[in-house]
């Protein structure tokens, strides 16, 4: 039997992250999110590279193709002579591919959906939205500090255009349309555990 993967994008202050944390959580299934970038830099030997904060500022966004450096270090699973947006991308496909293979498991962001379906896998792509307001709300309360509306609406324009641009950049598609995925999930409908049940009950249905 294959293994069952679920890839989600979201909507910054969506609440994906955490619903797909949940989802993993109630399956007893693996869940790779924030922990990829780390794997990623140990995986291609970058952690002793004096670029280290550029490849971690270049997780999930593009190269800029007018004004970039190109780098040549790391293992000998590192692209040499790549942007480090590249760099990083690349490092984490591979451990995508990987993960895929090992066991069931739901992953967030990075192209993952993509990347696993030219890859021959079979997965459930999955977008989760929620008006701005929600999610507005969302970062306020969960932020580490109290922060304004205008600010939290700042983050949420400048996430969601580096979000857009990498996906775009990686896949040719448009990040936010709902043919771009299998399934679309407004969390402000259904609420966290609405989207959790939801996650659960697409994954008891994959063959």
Not at 38 to 64: H, Q, R, V, W
Request: aromatic share 10%; proline share 1%; net charge negative.
């Amino acid at each position: 039997m294959k293994n069952r993967i679920i890839c989600i994008n979201r909507k910054y202050g969506s609440a994906g992250s955490e619903i797909g944390r949940l989802a993993a959580e109630k399956l007893g299934i693996r869940f790779y999110d924030r922990d990829l970038l780390k794997k990623a830099i140990e995986y291609g030997d970058l952690d002793k590279s004096k670029a280290l904060e550029k490849f971690i500022e270049s997780e999930e966004t593009a190269p800029n193709r007018f004004t970039y450096r190109l780098y040549d270090t790391g293992n000998e699973h590192t692209q040499k002579q790549s942007p480090a947006a590249d760099i990083i991308f690349d490092l984490e496909k591979q451990l995508i591919e990987k993960a895929a293979e090992e066991s069931d498991c739901i992953i967030i962001g990075r192209c993952a959906g993509d990347i696993l379906e030219k890859a021959g896998y079979d997965t459930v792509n999955v977008f989760i939205t929620a008006s701005e307001d929600y999610r507005a709300e969302y970062i306020d309360c969960n932020s580490d500090s109290d922060i304004t509306r205008k600010t939290a609406e700042k983050q949420i324009e400048a996430v969601d255009r580096h979000r857009a641009e990498f996906f775009r950049n990686y896949t040719g598609k448009v990040w936010d349309s709902a043919e771009s995925y299998d399934i679309v999930i407004n969390s402000e409908s259904l609420g966290v555990d609405g989207a959790v049940e939801i996650l659960c009950g697409i994954y008891s249905h994959m063959i």
